[in-house]
């Protein structure tokens, strides 16, 4: 027997945004072109800026253009235009009460996301095809006690160690998959903690973050001495 878990999806689309931006890097255009699909049939006001090296790494470009007129499209070719694209220029103007989707290379995720600080949008969502690399600071680095509510169990994390290897070698069988902080399988719940968290993973929001109310246990850690999980 194999055992599967439900799916998941780490870029879900909000269908009662008041409106979307869709941000495409060359392959990324992948999922967009299902969201901007769905948005269209829902009638829902949607625009697609999408970038790609040249025309002919893009892909989708006929049935993209086909809904010209129906929805705004920004087209931005490294080739045409001498250079990658100014994701600062492009997103200005559009509004912070909208929702931005982003899904392409690392570096066009990192431009994408310091763009949409500098422009004060707080709705913003991306998906990596990779894991960010993040060390843990000083004050992360050291040995603290994971208390397991549900399970009734503590366990110690030492220096270097994963909180996920610790609870899989203590016994315990926390769902999981990529060990690199991208894919969402290893999320769980803080019940409580003292000192900090400090998140590694490249999926949880800035806000999820600063929230502390989850988090992804196979690269992220605690900066004091004890953690409480629901697990």
């Keep these: 027997m194999i055992e599967i878990s439900a799916p998941r999806n780490n870029f879900a689309l909000r269908e009662d945004a008041g409106k979307s931006v869709l ?4 392959i990324g255009i992948t999922p967009l072109w299902c969201m901007l699909q769905h948005l269209v049939a829902l009638g829902k006001p949607v625009e697609l800026i999408y970038c790609a090296r040249s025309r002919q790494e893009a892909a989708f470009l006929e049935p993209i253009a086909a809904l010209a007129g129906r929805v705004p499209l920004t087209w931005h070719f490294d080739s045409e235009h001498g250079g990658p694209p100014d994701l600062t ?14 899904c392409g290379p690392a570096p066009m995720l990192d431009a994408f996301e310091k763009a949409c ?10 998906e990596r095809f990779a894991a960010v690399a993040m ?17 009734g169990r503590t366990v110690q994390v030492p220096t270097g160690a994963s909180i996920l290897d610790v609870l899989i070698d203590a016994g315990l069988n926390p769902d999981h998959s990529c060990r690199e902080g991208v894919c969402g399988a290893c ?4 019940l409580g903690f003292d000192g900090g968290l400090e998140h590694l993973d490249s999926v949880l929001t800035r806000k999820e973050h600063e929230a502390g109310k989850t988090m992804m246990i196979c690269v992220s850690r605690c900066t004091g001495r004890r953690l409480v999980l629901d697990i």
């Design 23 to 26: 941000v495409s890097g060359g």
């Design 117 to 126: 600080e500098r422009l004060s949008y707080a709705n913003w969502h991306i």
């Design 89 to 102: 220029a492009l997103l200005a103007n559009r509004g912070a009460d909208s929702d931005y989707y982003c």
């Design 135 to 151: 060390e843990p600071s000083a004050a992360a680095s050291g040995s603290f006690e994971v208390v397991c509510e549900k399970s």
């Design 187 to 190: 999320e769980t719940a803080v």
